[in-house]
């Protein structure tokens, strides 16, 4: 476990869990994935309806609970690694025009190439 934000965990390389949560979120953005879960949820439904043992129902509801948990801790990962490229993205911005405003050197322009760059990297 790591107090660091995720998109700085590693350097300038994104790690294994930044590369399969990236994965895993574009397949959980799908239609597929959608009807998937519509077919989990109704499984449930239908566990509950036709009256099956206790044991059976509580494997159903652990199963939702582990998809749940598994899912919101990608999209909180995907959340982050989002938020932190739009600052950096915006800090460039703000140098940039800093610097148009003040005449000043080129720095801050690169910056923001790299930065405009950044969600292809994240």
Sequence with gaps: MTLEHPAERGGGQRGVFER?????SNVTSSPLFFAACILMIAGVVAV?????????????????TSVN?????????????????????????????????EGEGTTARED??????LEREL
Aim: net charge positive; proline share 3%.
């Design 48 to 64: 509950h309806f036709v009256h099956v043992p206790v044991p059976w129902l509580v494997l159903a509801g652990d199963a939702l």
């Design 112 to 117: 923001l190439r790299r930065a405009i760059r």
């Design 69 to 101: 948990l598994l899912l919101l801790a990608l999209l909180k990962n995907s959340e982050r690694r989002a938020e932190h490229a739009i600052q950096q993205k915006l800090d460039a911005i703000a140098e940039a025009m800093l610097e148009h405003y």
């Design 20 to 24: 399969f949560s990236e994965r895993v």
